[in-house]
């Protein structure tokens, strides 16, 4: 799995 | 975007807006806690600076505008214009309590150590705190205005509803943040007890009180 940052989310 | 995530977008825009119109409309600041909404002003300042940096979509863009509008309209009532009416006596929350551990936190576990990366950590992690001196003074009180409650009802569901992306996006996209979901957790798991006075007495048409 990756492990990305939520930098598109509120 | 999946349909729990703009349904929780809408949630926390419709909060931010409840205990604006709220404000505005009685002309008071009682009962609402300016110490979170300062915590609020600062995680969406901290979160967004990359407004900057990236763009994303016009649509992220947006929403991050009207929330740091709406979060400095909200302190600016409470600190300015509407100031004689605001509770500061049952708004004692420390927040050095807070800060601290969140900065010191932000500094310990992050994606990146840069200044960017570690501003956005500390954002996820006050947020999932933030509430505390709201849900102090309610406790402290005793009781909260119907309408108040309407804003920590969508507050919640807010991040509820993140929760239930999170999942869909895990399973779609092989996506997530841990930093972001761990917070995340934390932060729904706060609001529980309220939901259940919530539930089980201003959706009845009671006021809520504390025994």
């Known amino acids: 799995c990756h492990r990305r940052k939520a930098k598109d989310e509120l | ?211």
């Open chain 2, 1 to 211: 975007m999946n349909v729990f995530r703009i349904l929780g977008d809408i949630s926390h825009l419709l909060a931010i807006i409840i205990l604006l119109v709220k404000i505005w409309k009685s002309k008071s600041c009682a009962g609402i806690s300016g110490k979170s909404q300062i915590l609020f002003a600062l995680v969406f300042t901290t979160r967004y600076l990359d407004l900057f940096t990236t763009f994303i979509s016009i649509y992220n863009t947006v929403m991050k505008v009207i929330f740091l509008l709406c979060a400095y309209i909200t302190v600016y009532m409470i600190y300015g214009k509407f100031r004689k009416t605001s509770d500061s006596e049952n708004d004692s929350f420390r927040l050095e309590f807070l800060l601290v551990p969140v900065t010191g936190l932000s500094f310990l576990e992050n994606h990146n150590f840069t200044a960017l990366e570690i501003l956005w950590t500390f954002s996820i992690y006050l947020e999932s705190v933030a509430i505390l001196p709201q849900l102090f003074m309610i406790s402290k009180t005793g009781e909260a205005e119907t309408i108040t409650t309407h804003y920590l009802f969508f507050l919640g569901l807010y991040r509820a509803l993140y929760i239930a992306n999170w999942i869909w996006r895990y399973h779609t996209e092989n996506f997530y943040d841990q930093i972001a979901v761990v917070s995340g957790v934390v932060q729904t798991i706060f609001y529980c007890d309220f939901f259940y006075l919530y539930v089980t007495k201003v959706l009845k048409g009671k006021k809520l009180s504390l025994p």
